[in-house]
């Protein structure tokens, strides 16, 4: 029994084995995902062959109909209060004290909730239109100072040439050294 | 005396079910966990509300009377499993019903017609025919994939099989089905 449990307690793998492990399961992963991108039905190579074989045509077609339908049932809806019938009709079979419980009352009310991801997208376009206006807005700030600077630059050439003509170079060259014009 | 023990007895058994009942209060819990996604999952496969329910009911039903009363190790994994099952054999039976109907009237709805080639209900109705002939274990990961819309690894566990195999048999499961919906059309 000792040896047992002192088996048990053992660990199978050391640590840099089990950190190999892990990058195996990631790899494996990503091994599925890169697979379906270079074997899906949209890769190049397979529209080529579908393009010229009528077999395959066929075949592509029936697994295409097969996803159609697949995607009709999905996307046909059910009435909202589906969940709630369900509930009563079962929380009315179950047993006296659990059909008194407080968790059965909330249960013969409840209504499909979205998924998080439906919720949060209520918040996606409003959150979008302000990242836009920030990005707009930077953008301007930014090309309305280099706007200025420009401005700026051209305005000081201007002044230099017109001293240069007056008073000479020397001193138009004084006045605004060349660095900065 | 006699009286006595058998009250006592009654008092007991009264007692006993109802630290059950209490105990399985689990129940509750897994309905409202699982709820939403078992009636999706029912309503794709059965694609009638009443059936839905029956479904569900019994599928809870089951879950109740699990070896007297107990709780499964798993129970996301049985509750689907025995929806799935449900589901099945109630379309088996409806499938049956059709056939019979339609036998005994001598109306024969034809496959190749072009009313039914875009008619989207022939080819949801043609896709559960087509369904309830699959082996089981391809049938259980394309109902829990497609239809309840589970992740491969939720799937892995559900059914004790590896992520690769579900794969495995998703694909097969979708090669029968589309060579099954081509003959039928033929």
């Known amino acids: ?181 | 005396m006699l009286g006595k023990a058998i009250s006592y007895e009654t008092i007991w058994d009264f007692a006993g079910s109802e630290s059950i009942a209490k105990d399985q209060r689990w129940i509750l819990s897994a309905m409202q966990k699982s709820g939403q996604e078992l009636v999706n999952m029912l309503w794709r496969i059965l694609g009638n509300e009443q059936d839905v329910c029956d479904a569900y009911q019994d599928t809870f039903l089951q879950l109740a009377h699990y070896e007297g009363g107990k709780k499964p190790e798993h129970v996301k994994a049985y509750i689907f499993r025995t929806a799935n099952n449900v589901a099945i054999t109630i379309l088996r039976r409806k499938i049956a019903e059709r056939k019979r109907i339609s036998e005994s009237v001598n109306l024969r709805t034809e496959a190749n017609s072009p009313v039914n080639e875009i008619d989207l209900k022939y080819l949801q109705q043609n896709l559960r025919d087509c369904i309830a002939r699959l082996p089981e274990h391809l049938r259980d990961v394309i109902t829990l994939r497609d239809l309840a819309e589970l992740s491969y690894v939720q799937i892995s566990r559900i059914l004790g099989i590896s992520t690769g195999t579900a794969r495995v048999y998703r694909c097969k499961a979708i090669q029968l089905l589309a060579v099954w919906m081509a003959k039928e059309e033929e």
Not at chain 1, 23 to 42: A, G, M
Not at chain 1, 106 to 124: S, V
């Open chain 1, 1 to 181: 029994m000792k040896i047992l449990k002192t088996i048990s307690s053992m660990s199978l793998y050391s640590k840099s084995e089990k950190k190999n492990i892990s990058k195996c399961k990631h790899v494996r992963n990503r091994l599925y995902s890169v697979l379906e991108k270079h074997l899906s039905p949209d890769a190049s190579w397979m529209q080529k062959h579908i393009a010229g074989c009528p077999r395959c045509q066929k075949r592509f077609n029936a697994v295409n109909k097969v996803n159609l339908a697949l995607s009709c049932m999905k996307s046909q809806p059910h009435s909202l209060d589906l969940l709630k019938h369900a509930n009563i009709q079962t929380i009315g079979v179950l047993k006296h004290s659990l059909r008194e419980a407080p968790k059965a009352q909330k249960l013969r009310k409840i209504l499909p909730e979205p998924k998080l991801f439906e919720r949060m997208a209520k918040y996606f376009q409003p959150s979008a239109n302000l990242a836009v206006c920030i990005l707009v807005l930077v953008l301007m700030k930014m090309s309305v100072f280099s706007s200025m600077s420009k401005a700026q630059t051209q305005g000081q050439k201007a002044m230099k040439q017109y001293y240069t003509a007056r008073v000479g170079e020397d001193i138009a060259e004084d006045i605004f050294p060349s660095d900065i014009a």
